[in-house]
Nanobody, 123 residues
Framework: QVQLVESGGGLVQAGGSLRLSCAASGSAFTTNAMSWFRQAPGYQRELVAVISGNGRVNYLDSVKGRFTLSRDNAKNTVYLQMSGLKPDDTAVYYC?????????????????WGQGTQVTVSS
């Protein structure tokens, strides 16, 4: 099993910045992709940014130029640097990991979610 631990959410004024972290630990694994999703009250969960195993990054159009997704492979951690925050960015942010995990019976592709971290942007 793999655990995802998120940190870095909070309350910030419009125009401010926050950095979210998501650290993966547990069983041996390789990474297909790691992502950040967000869900605001009354809205569906949406993909904010994703980094593939080869390092390619894609962003939701509304965050391009403001958010930067990066990773530290040595720490099995991804970071979402959010700048120029807007009230519309207010949501619970969830880390997602698409992994190949070594279990007692071999390698299996599995998906994991973090517990979520609240980001609130005041106007």
């Amino acid at each position: 099993q793999v655990q995802l631990v998120e940190s870095g959410g909070g309350l910030v004024q419009a125009g401010g910045s926050l950095r979210l972290s998501c650290a993966a630990s547990g069983s041996a694994f390789t990474t297909n992709a790691m992502s950040w999703f967000r869900q605001a009250p009354g809205y569906q969960r949406e993909l904010v940014a994703v980094i593939s195993g080869n390092g390619r990054v894609n962003y939701l159009d509304s965050v391009k130029g403001r958010f930067t997704l990066s990773r530290d492979n040595a720490k099995n951690t991804v970071y979402l640097q959010m700048s120029g925050l807007k009230p519309d960015d207010t949501a619970v942010y969830y880390c997602n990991a698409d992994l190949n995990v070594l279990t007692g019976t071999g390698w299996f592709r599995q998906e994991y979610w973090g517990q979520g971290t609240q980001v609130t942007v005041s106007s």
